[in-house]
């Protein structure tokens, strides 16, 4: 299936995604509902969240550049010294753009 980028077909595209990812959001959100919150599912989703940033960022860290891993590094260290997100993924990012204006 083939469908045109142009035009209307963007906004079709668009659309779509959009319908996916409230369907899968409101879904999780339903499913859960049925589970009593133990202090094993509180852990395991705790535990969840974690293991997706780290199978999102393993490829990069793997298959990127230098400037990719610089910036993995750089994150992981100010979020050590900082506990903060935001000042984290900022000095990740300026961390790979020198490195890669260089």
């Avoid at 499913?31 to 960022?57: D, H, N, T, W």
């Avoid at 990012?93 to 260089?102: C, H, K, T």
Wanted: aromatic share 4%.
């Amino acid at each position: 299936m083939n469908v045109e980028t142009a035009g209307i077909g963007a906004l079709a595209i668009a659309l779509a995604m959009a319908v996916v990812t409230l369907a899968t959001r409101w879904g999780g959100i339903y499913v859960m509902s049925f589970v009593p919150i133990s202090y094993r599912v509180k852990q395991f989703i705790q535990a969840m969240s974690g293991s997706v940033l780290v199978a999102l960022l393993a490829p990069m860290a793997i298959a990127g550049d230098n400037g990719a891993r610089l910036a993995l590094l750089t994150t992981a260290t100010i979020m050590l010294l900082l506990k903060k997100p935001l000042p984290a993924i900022a000095a990740g990012i300026l961390a790979a753009a020198l490195l890669r204006q260089l």
